[in-house]
Structure formats: structure tokens, C-alpha cells
């Protein structure tokens, strides 16, 4: 037997954190106490939630507090001795971890980049993340507060108390500021001087703080085979202070905290990353805790483990039943995803349809938030508000008489063929254990041991057998096989209106009203498995609308849980129901009030933003141009509203080849069948946003068409 072997530490896995508790810069007192408060709070445990391994070594507090109206040169004598503690302290600690500095007011910087200074051997390059450029000296500040200094002692302008400090001066040249929007003319005239690029607010709404951040962190690198590395210093105040207010001079209109923490996600990757510094939390402004939650998320976006350790983690410890591609993502919104290191991705899967509304849709964090507030389960055993609600919502909108709540699709697809056995037994007159389903080949309708006696798939089988009987399969799209196949112990056909998994197939025009007709005539239950195509993906409310056909039973998941939560749901008139007895089929979850309550608001959204008539539209529209590709390496593109699947010609490469270099522009898709890309993007998405698809696929099919033939 292998037993997996854990992996050695992500790169700033051994994280080791210093409080600095120091005010001695401002006049303010508040910030003396941010380290402690963080210390507090949950921050710890978000960092190990991260996977990251946190200890707070220690707080230092200055020896000496000076009055506010203490001399300059009392305040700086204070501020000058606390941070050669802070810069030995930092000095100090073990050459295999990596420090995380939590002040203080900024005049801490001065310790805290002069002993990572000294701990490298060399000075590091700086990524300065502030509203402010604390660039004055004893002569130039306009306030007299030392937290308006650090910058340019550490570059070796201002009074001797804090220049002098042991260790390496920085570098102008590898110092960058982004954020800056309140300055004194002397602090930016000294900077521009000494060749520290500055970053203004300006420049971010132009340029986008991404794009900036990556340029930054360019320049603190330093030309090829510099040493020293690098550190990034973040200021609370740089941000906006209407989402992160905790501060200690808040300047309007600044960074959001969410575009930093994305910035920050590139920082997993870098091998020369040296040293992070967080300073200016002020607890006592913090009322409801966004800050510090912040924060927290701060330290772990640029600490947490990179895309290769966390892989390496999910081979080594994972069943072998998947084989992802090679992107690990940490945030989605909307029709986007980011990864572990902060990149950004279109995502056109939308999780097999699961995700048709789009990542974190706040109307349905909203009802899932609410709901998990109020209760979240109590089994089938009891009723709960939730349900009755839902129940009526899906009969109602479907036409349907009963629902019967699951949790996932497969486990719907198990309760339609349960249901259609005890209908074909207590109903039709089927003697017992003779019951048949039928099924098509290439058909995808789950992973249980039922289910995937009725695949067609290999592999599915390979292994798990032996199969119930009375399982059987036809050709899909062919009508006459199935009324060949039906047989006086027929319960049901089972059919996928489109199959997804097969490589998004539809039927020849009028197959579905054939079977239905079939259906009717043998007394066979039709049951339309709408787990991928049901609400609206085709671009109409159920694929097999497309046909005008109305099955004996609908099974829903995926989209009805809104990404959030698996739900789905069997729906059937009384005729078929009237089988099931309390006691005959449940499920624990199934049904709950959490899952109903987002399935509610799943329904809501569908209607209340014409989602439907949306993906039909720009279905045709995105259709139309994907077909004026007319690329030699595609065989045929098809499908129906927001579901297209593209399949590759014999001589082109494996599908999986392509989507890889998809995934490396930036597009997310997946392979199916070896040889067909699929596309189905939330319902939320935009034009522009299929445009740019079409503009990589045609960059990919072209660009790459040599290299892609003859790999």
C-alpha cells in the first residue's frame, strides 16, 4: 500500500509575526493597540485556513511613550530606540521563515526594512502601498509627526535617530509607491529626486492597480541578479476608507480592498518575496470588524500556498478519480474566476451549468446568508418554512402536480428510476423485479452504481459491475430503435433533451415529440433529465421546450442550487408519485431549508432578469459567429442558447490540447469525448465578454494551428 507523504511547507508556509505596538509616530494613540486586537480576532485561524502555518512570535511595545508635546527630538530619541529593537528582533528570527510585521503607525517601517535588511545580507527592494509618501524630514514636516518619515530615512534622508538605524540603506531606484493622493510638495520633490517611482491615484484609475502592482513589483525586483529580494508595506490608509475605516488618517477615494487583494495573490509565486509589513489598524474604529477581516485576507492572499504546492497536495492526498487542469482558483464573481496567484480567468463552464447565475451572485449569498442565520436543517423528519414554498414554486412554474426534493443530479436520476419501477409494478401491472429502463447510448446521467449500468462509456463500467438488470440502451436521435426496444415491462425512457457530457449532441427536429408519442402509446413513462439544459440554458426554460414536449417527469439540479448548494428535484403528476409512501425513499439534506431558500431566489433571478429570452439571444448571436470561423481543425459546431459544444476534426488534436490552451489565454472550457470543446458560460454573460471567447479561440485554432497538427 503507498501511503502519500506530506509535502514540505509552501514557500511562506513557516510564517513568523512580529507585532510592532507603536504610536510614538503620530500624536494618535490607536494604533498602539492594532497588533493585539488583530491578535484577537480570528486572524490566526483565517491564515491556517489558507494553509498557512502562522506564529505570532511577540509583541514588542516601546520602553519610552513621550507626551505628544514632547520635543521633536524626544519623540524621534523614543521612536529611534524602538525600532533598533524591532529591526534586532527581526534580525533574529530563523533564516527558513518569513516575517510579517503588524504595526504600529508607519514609522515602524524603519525597523522593520532595515532588519529584514540585515537578516538578507542586502537591502530589499520595497513595494510602498500608501495614500501618503512619509518622505518629510525634521525640517520639511508640515504636522511634526515621525509617521510621515519612514520612507526617506530608510533611503537615508532625515534626522540621525532614525537614518541610523543598523542596517543596509534601500535603494531609491527599487522603491515604488502606488496610492499615493495626499502629499507635500517637499516629500514628492525628495522622492523624484532620489528615482522612486510613484503610483498616484490617478494612475490606478487609468491604468488599473493590477496592472500597476505588476509594474511595481518589476521595479523592486531590480535588474537581473540583484540581491535582497523583495518586500511590499501596506498602509491601511492607501484604501478606501468607506470599506476599510479602521485607520488613522483616512483620505478619501482610495484603493479597493478587493483589487489589493487580488494584486496580492501574485505574490504566492515569488521565490524573492522577502518580507510583508501591515501597519496603521486602528481597533477602536473598527465597529464591525471589516477591517481586521481585511486585513487578515491581505496576509493570506499574499501568503497562502502557490498553484504547484497545492496541486502537488491534491495528487498526494486525493483519490486519483480526476484529473484537473492545471489552475487552482481561490475567488470567482460574476462570469470570473482568479487563481491562487492572482490571475484572472473568463470562465465558460460555469461548473457544468451548476453555476448558470454567475460566481457570488449577491442575491443568492443574500438568501443563503439569511437563511443560514435562521436554520439550515432539520431533516425530512419535520417541516420547515422553506419547502412548502419551493414545493409549489417548481410545480407551479413547471406544471407539474408533485416535487420530490434530492440533493444532487444523480441522486434525482436514482429517484426518477426508483419512482418509475414502483409506478411500472403498482400501476402498469409489471410482475415484480421485471421492470425496464430505458436509456441512450452516449448518455450522461450520474455516477451510481445504477446509473452507470446504463452508460454506454467504458470506463464508467469498467470495474463496478454487476449491474441491476433490466437496464437497457438505444441509439440517441433514433425513434424507431426505441419503439423497437419497448417491450410490456418498459417503465421508462429516460433521455437527456441534449446531451452534455456526450458532446453537447441535439436530436434530429421532432425526436423528443416522437418519443413522447411512443411513450404514450406503450404506456412508458417519459422522464427528461434537464440537469444541465433545465433552467434556461438552452434558451428555453427546459430543452425539451425546443420540441413542444411535456414529459411524464423532469428531473432538475444543478443551476436550481445556484452554485452555492446542490439541490435538485423529481417532479411527476400524482399519477406516477401516488406510488411513493412515507418511508419508501428520503434523504437527510434533502429538502432542506438552506437549499430551498437559495433555490427560491434562484427562481426569482431567473425571471426577474429575463435570463431565458438572454441566453437565447446571445446563444444565436454567439453561434452565428462561431461558425464564420471556418477553421480547417473544427468538424462541426452546434448546440442551442448558452450551450455549444465544438468539436474538433479527426486530423486536429485532442480536445483536451486545446482547452489547455485556452486556459493559458485565459478562457476556461473543457474537453468531453476526446475530440469536442465545450462552452457554457453563466447566463449572466455579456456580449463583450463571448466576443473576447471567440477572438482566443480563433487566436488558438489559427495562431497554433501548425504546432496543434502535428503534436
Known amino acids: 500500500m503507498t501511503i502519500p507523504i506530506p509535502l514540505p511547507p509552501g514557500p511562506h508556509a513557516r510564517l513568523r509575526i512580529i ?30 485556513e489558507a494553509g498557512i502555518a502562522a506564529e505570532w512570535v511577540e509583541t514588542l511595545k516601546p520602553r519610552l511613550v513621550p507626551p505628544p508635546s514632547a520635543a521633536m527630538a524626544e519623540r524621534l530619541a523614543a ?4 525600532m533598533v529593537r524591532l529591526a534586532d528582533r527581526i534580525a533574529a528570527l530563523e533564516p527558513d521563515t518569513f516575517p510579517l510585521i503588524i504595526g504600529g503607525d508607519h514609522a515602524i517601517a524603519v525597523g522593520t526594512w532595515r532588519g529584514i535588511a540585515r537578516r538578507q545580507g542586502h537591502a530589499p527592494g520595497l513595494v510602498w502601498v500608501d495614500a501618503h509618501l512619509d518622505s518629510h524630514t525634521e525640517t520639511s514636516t508640515h504636522s511634526g509627526n515621525i509617521h510621515g518619515m519612514p520612507l526617506a530615512a530608510l533611503i537615508g534622508e532625515g534626522p540621525p535617530a532614525l537614518v541610523d538605524v543598523p542596517g543596509p540603506l534601500l535603494d531609491p531606484a527599487r522603491i515604488c509607491i502606488i496610492g499615493a493622493r495626499d502629499w507635500e510638495s517637499e516629500e514628492y520633490e525628495r522622492l523624484t529626486r532620489l528615482g522612486v517611482r510613484i503610483f498616484d491615484m490617478a494612475d490606478v484609475r487609468r491604468r488599473g492597480f493590477g496592472t500597476l502592482f505588476a509594474e511595481a513589483l518589476r521595479i523592486a525586483r531590480g535588474k537581473p541578479g540583484e540581491e535582497g529580494g523583495f518586500g511590499v508595506s501596506i498602509d491601511l490608509d492607501a484604501l478606501d476608507p468607506l470599506a476599510v475605516p479602521a485607520v488613522t488618517c483616512p483620505t478619501a477615494d482610495g484603493i479597493a480592498p478587493q483589487a489589493l487583494a487580488d494584486a496580492l495573490l501574485t505574490l504566492r509565486s515569488c521565490g524573492d518575496f522577502v518580507g510583508l509589513e501591515i501597519v496603521e489598524y486602528s481597533p477602536q474604529l473598527d465597529t464591525d470588524g471589516s477591517s481586521a477581516r481585511w486585513t487578515a485576507e491581505f496576509a493570506a492572499a499574499a501568503l497562502g500556498p502557490a498553484t504547484y504546492w497545492l496541486r502537488a497536495k491534491e495528487r498526494n492526498f486525493s483519490a486519483r478519480n480526476y484529473a484537473p487542469l492545471p489552475v487552482v482558483f481561490h475567488r470567482g464573481e460574476g462570469v470570473w474566476l482568479w487563481d491562487v496567484e492572482g490571475r484572472r480567468y473568463l470562465d465558460m463552464m460555469s461548473a457544468y451549468s451548476a453555476v448558470s ?56 436520476v436514482e429517484t426518477a428510476i426508483k419512482v418509475a419501477r414502483k409506478w411500472a409494478y403498482r400501476i402498469k401491472g409489471v410482475p415484480d423485479d421485471m421492470a425496464e429502463i430505458i436509456a441512450c447510448d452516449n448518455n450522461f446521467h450520474g455516477r451510481s452504481t445504477t446509473i452507470v449500468g446504463l452508460s454506454s462509456e467504458p470506463q464508467y463500467r469498467d470495474g463496478f459491475g454487476p449491474f441491476p438488470p433490466g437496464l437497457k440502451r438505444v441509439p440517441y436521435g433514433d425513434a424507431d430503435a426505441l419503439e423497437r426496444a419497448i417491450t410490456p415491462h418498459t ?10 457530457e456526450g458532446g453537447i449532441v441535439l436530436p434530429p427536429p421532432g425526436y423528443l415529440a416522437r418519443c413522447a408519442e411512443l411513450c404514450r402509446r406503450h404506456d412508458v413513462l417519459l422522464i427528461a433529465d434537464e440537469v444541465q439544459t433545465g433552467l434556461g440554458r438552452s434558451g428555453r426554460l427546459l430543452a425539451c421546450d425546443h420540441d413542444g414536449v411535456r414529459p411524464d417527469g423532469i428531473i432538475l439540479g444543478k443551476a436550481l442550487g445556484g452554485g452555492l448548494l446542490p439541490v435538485s428535484a423529481f417532479l411527476a403528476d400524482e399519477r406516477v408519485m401516488q406510488v411513493l409512501n412515507p418511508g419508501d425513499h428520503g434523504s437527510t439534506f434533502g429538502g432542506n431549508p438552506l437549499g430551498a431558500a437559495v433555490a427560491l431566489a434562484v427562481l426569482d433571478l431567473l425571471e426577474e432578469e429575463n435570463l431565458i429570452a438572454h441566453a437565447a439571444q446571445l446563444g444565436n448571436r454567439w453561434l452565428d459567429s462561431l461558425r464564420r470561423l471556418r477553421s480547417p481543425l473544427v468538424k462541426e459546431i452546434r448546440g442551442r442558447g448558452l450551450f455549444i459544444g465544438i468539436e474538433l476534426a479527426d486530423h486536429a488534436p485532442p480536445a483536451l490540447t486545446a482547452a489547455e490552451l485556452l486556459l493559458a489565454r485565459g478562457v476556461l472550457t473543457k474537453d468531453t469525448h ?13 456580449q463583450a465578454e463571448l466576443d473576447w471567447t471567440t477572438e482566443v479561440l480563433k487566436e488558438v485554432l489559427e495562431l497554433e494551428a501548425p504546432a496543434l497538427a502535428t503534436n
Do not use: K, W
Not at 492594532?34 to 491564515?47: D, I, V
Not at 425512457?493 to 446531451?499: S, T
Open 19 to 48: 507585532g510592532a505596538a507603536s504610536a510614538l509616530g503620530t500624536p494618535l494613540p490607536g494604533t498602539a493597540a492594532g497588533p493585539e486586537a488583530l491578535r484577537a480576532t480570528p486572524f490566526l485561524q483565517r491564515l491556517a
Open 674 to 686: 476526446h475530440r469536442v470543446l465545450r462552452f457554457a458560460p453563466p447566463l449572466v454573460v455579456q
Open 79 to 82: 521612536n529611534g530606540e524602538f
Open 357 to 412: 447565475f454567475g460566481h457570488a451572485h449577491p442575491r443568492l449569498l443574500r438568501a443563503l446568508t439569511d437563511q443560514a442565520q435562521r436554520l439550515s436543517l432539520t431533516s425530512r423528519a419535520y417541516s420547515n418554512d422553506r419547502l412548502p414554498l419551493l414545493l409549489e414554486r417548481l410545480c407551479v412554474l413547471f406544471g407539474y402536480e408533485r416535487a420530490l426534493p434530492m440533493n444532487t443530479g444523480a441522486e434525482a
Open 491 to 500: 417503465a421508462a425512457f429516460l433521455v437527456e433533451p441534449i446531451q452534455g
